[in-house]
């Protein structure tokens, strides 16, 4: 071989390694910390990126949304994520700050096969997963799940009791299911029957602020009865042999969305735009669903029967509908109701 051929073999080699490093592409993922980063890694990120190979992905954890808008605020000038998965409510300031890009059918072709609750007015993000307060127990003591809410009420339950209170988007919630149940008719003008029902409650309450999270207490038996999410309360009563169950009350219960946000400007660019659409497809919603028991936002997600039995799916005659991109205008004043009249009458 001559010393030109060997030379022009040398750069094409070199022009090919080079395309190879152009191809990779790498991405940020923001979202909620724990066990949520945990089994979406296993469920999504992983596969996707064995699907993808030309793409990395690089999971960044947070607490809460609150904490993943500040980030994104920090970073508005020049974005170092660029998907974040966080409460609607949140992303409804996002988007306002115009923080995202608009994630529809163009960019996310599985969009289409949404439910309509998944899409939200005015939101840039789409609904990623749904879950639903349920009532929390300790199968030790309570041999029975709840029939009601008010059994936090009940007097043999003094101390016994774990809520995350307001500001929590739990205590919120269980303030408006109160509410309809005793009368209430429209949660954005008045909460006041909900708040009543609270301070029958409160006097059992051993805290409002569980921590690490609401579950421990209920699973070690330090209390009997609390609210908390369906996903992680399906996972603790796996990892706790069945010590901690879960239920929805004869009250009902509402669901929480979380959203994916396309962050603008992010530097991922297209590959970030694909995680998204992987992340909404029904293989990736039937994988973080039997994994962690979210219902799917997906329509066409075929979810395992014994899955699906673990979500709210088969109990949405009992689901309080809530607009809670409306609800945010109003939160305020119902926390200053909750300040003023639930946390006195805790003992």
Known sequence: MTTSVKLAAAILALGLLTQGVRAQSSITVMGYSGLFQERYTKAVVEPFMRAHPDIQVTYFPLPSSAAMLGNLRAQKAAPQADVVIMDVSVSKAGTDEKLFDKIDESNAPNVRDLYPAARIPDVAGVGVTFDNLVMLYNAEAVKEPPASWMAMADK??????????????????????????????????????????????????????????????????????????????????????????????????????NTINLVANGPGGEAAKTFVNYALSPEAQKAFTESMFYAPTNTKAQISPEALDRTAVKFMDKVIPVDWIALAKVRESIGEQWRRRVLPASR
């Open 156 to 257: 043999a339950n003094e101390g016994k009791v774990v809520i995350p209170g307001i500001p929590d988007i739990q205590g919120v919630s269980l303030v408006i299911i109160l509410n309809k149940a005793n009368g209430g008719t429209d949660y954005l003008k008045d909460v006041s029957k909900g708040i009543a029902a609270m301070t029958e409650i409160a006097p059992n309450v051993q805290t409002w602020e569980p921590k690490p999270e609401v579950y421990v207490p209920i699973v070690t038996g330090q209390a009997v009865l609390g609210a908390g999410w369906n996903a992680r309360a399906q996972v603790n009563n796996q990892t706790s042999g069945g010590k901690l169950k879960a239920a929805i009350p004869q009250e009902g219960t509402v669901f929480q969305i």
